[in-house]
């Protein structure tokens, strides 16, 4: 038992004296450099504008290639948006000229006239100006004599 009794006494303490790290220990130690001066280094300098210098191209390059990236991605869109208005148009177009076939249909035209009251022209009373000719030449100007006649 006095083995025993005599671990039971040693266990207390050995945990106790366990390692559990370093202790927080800050010592205050004061440096004076005042007296100190940068030694320009031309090499170093040289060196850091050749580096600023690649950096900016790098900058650049890459800044050219975003913008192009981009001018084409928007002339996409754009595109993509007149071809909707160009088709869009293109049915637009059609219905105008089913709707101006039908109001050019002859006997539309006759059936209105007659509605209204209106007869078929008389031979004669009918001048084509489409039959004259050439389009791109002068024409000149000409007065018919009227011929009226009174009937009583």
Not at 33 to 39: E, F, H
């Amino acid at each position: 038992m006095s083995a025993a009794v005599a671990m039971q006494a040693i266990t207390p303490d050995r945990r106790k004296s366990c390692w559990l790290g370093t202790p927080e220990i800050y010592f205050r130690k004061s440096i004076d450099n005042s007296r100190l001066v940068k030694v320009e280094d031309p090499r170093r300098e040289r060196e850091m504008r050749i580096f600023s210098a690649a950096l900016v191209c790098l900058f650049l390059l890459v800044m050219a290639y975003a913008l192009q990236h981009f001018r084409a991605i928007e002339y996409g869109y754009r595109i993509e948006t007149l071809r909707a208005q160009r088709d869009g148009l293109g049915g637009m177009n059609q219905a105008l000229q089913l709707e101006e076939s039908s109001l050019r249909d002859p006997e539309r035209i006759d059936a209105l006239a007659r509605k209204l009251g209106l007869q078929s022209p008389d031979p004669g009373q009918v001048i084509r100006m489409d039959a004259a000719g050439d389009v791109g030449s002068p024409v000149m100007a000409s007065a018919t004599p009227v011929a009226v006649v009174s009937v009583r």
